[in-house]
Each structure stands twice: as C-alpha cells, then as structure tokens.
C-alpha cells in the first residue's frame, strides 16, 4: 500500500480536490446545459409544425390519388375516416361492399400522436369529430366536396391545416388555420 501523507508544505485541502467539484465548476456545467436547451427547444416546435405539413399534404395527395384510381379503373372508391383511431384508408367498392384498395400506396395510414384531424366535414353532412366518416369517389370525376381540418394544437385554430376536396377536378386546396365553409365562400368572393 501506497498511502501519502500531506507533505509539511503542501496544504491539506488540496488532497482531497480532485475528488469533487468546486460550486464554480458546476454553475459552468448548468450554464452550458442551458444554451444548449435555448438552441434545440426552438427545433423541437418547428418538428411538429413540420409533422403537421407532412401529415397535410399526405392526405391531400391520398385524396387525389383516390381520385384518380377511381377515374382511370372506372370504380367507386371511397376514403375511410376512423376518427377515433385517426387512421384513414381507401377502399374500393366490390360488387355491393367497400374492401381495403390493393394499391401500395393507400394502405391504411394512421396519424402520429402529434397530429389528428380535428373535423370532417362532407358537404350536406353533419360535421364529424368522432367515430367513422367516408369522402366518396365516383368513376365519372367526381368526389364529394369534403372539409378536413389537421392540427397539432387543440387550443389554437391557426395551428393547423384545412384541406378542402374539389369535387369536379380531385384536386385540394390547403389553407392555413381552421377555415370554414362560409371562410372559404368569403375568401372567394375577395379574390
């Protein structure tokens, strides 16, 4: 065993300094954590604002693609809104029932817990929150005028995006915030 004993000129707390911090060395340590913090949580809210765009512009281009298919194979589709487990699909009608599509790319979708459709509304229709809802697709060109609005943030309406169907041409236009029918009327009659 190798035990040193102070030495007469070496003072007796410098023994023991390597085993602990000093109160300096530990604010340096917290303000460092700090700007660190400062620098990534602004990237952290711009992830989920990127989330919800990506998560729009899925479902327009879902929409669009329904659409399609059912103008180019002549077929009744329809999408599928479970808005409880906010998952969304296409289905194709066979003979008098609607079955999952069988393209790849309308396989069943569910939204990530950072964003969920907060309404739907089909023209004509009630306004739906909950439980299930359908946008029907007809093999002549036409889908049912649909409103969607996608949020992250349940306590600001402009945090969203609403997707509106257009029903002659199966494109959708995406506004920012939550936009009403008469919104969207009054927004049209400006332009």
């Not at 257009?166 to 919104?183: C, F």
Request: net charge negative.
């Amino acid at each position: 065993m190798n035990l040193q004993t102070p030495t007469r000129n070496q003072k007796p707390e410098t023994r023991n300094r390597s085993a602990a911090f000093t109160l300096i060395e530990i604010m340096v340590v917290i303000a460092v954590m700090g700007l660190i913090a400062i620098v990534v949580y602004p990237s952290f809210g711009s992830l989920s604002v990127s989330r919800l765009k990506l998560e729009a512009r899925r479902l327009q281009s879902e929409v669009q693609l329904t659409y399609n298919l059912a103008t180019m194979e002549k077929a009744n589709y329809r999408l599928a809104f479970d808005l409880e487990s906010q998952c969304y699909r296409a289905e194709r009608k066979q003979g008098d029932v609607y079955e999952a599509a069988k393209n790849e790319l309308l396989l069943e979708h569910c939204l990530p817990d950072s964003v969920w459709i907060e309404e739907l509304e089909i023209l004509d229709r009630k306004l739906t929150r909950t439980g299930n809802e359908y946008i029907y697709f007809s093999p002549f060109g036409y889908s049912e005028p649909a409103r969607i609005y996608v949020t992250n943030d349940a306590t600001d309406s402009r945090s969203g995006y609403t997707l509106f169907t257009q029903p002659a041409t199966g494109s959708v236009k995406v506004y920012e915030g939550l936009v009403s029918y008469k919104d969207l009327e009054d927004m049209q009659k400006h332009e």
